[in-house]
């Protein structure tokens, strides 16, 4: 038996409980953009981000897709959370991508 390499269940153990690295990309499954709009922005963005609520009205916003990802990514302090490092750049870019369907 010797040479032999023999897998500790401790070792297996601690490489299951380390945390997901958050820069992975999104599996196809998790990209839609309008569900995770509604359970994450829905609440201030009230009608899907159609009307104003706590957060502004989104549909036909003149501001960059840039400009909608970063505030996604940064938040805006005292007024909107950062959800940087909750989603991935792809579901980021599908709330960016939803919020251009919206219509007035």
Do not use: W
Request: hydrophobic share 35%.
């Amino acid at each position: 038996m010797a040479g032999m390499a023999v897998a500790s269940p401790l070792g297996v153990a601690a490489q299951q409980s380390q945390p997901p690295d958050q820069a992975q990309a999104a599996i196809p499954n998790d990209i839609d953009g309008q569900t995770m709009f509604a359970t994450s922005c829905g609440f201030c963005h009230q009608s899907g981000g159609r009307a104003p609520g706590r957060g502004p009205k989104l549909a036909g916003t003149t501001r960059s897709d840039d400009f909608i990802a970063d505030r996604v990514r940064k938040g805006k302090p005292g007024a909107m959370p950062a959800y940087g490092s909750v989603f991935s750049e792809s579901q980021i870019m599908a709330i960016v991508g939803y919020i251009r369907t919206l219509e007035e």
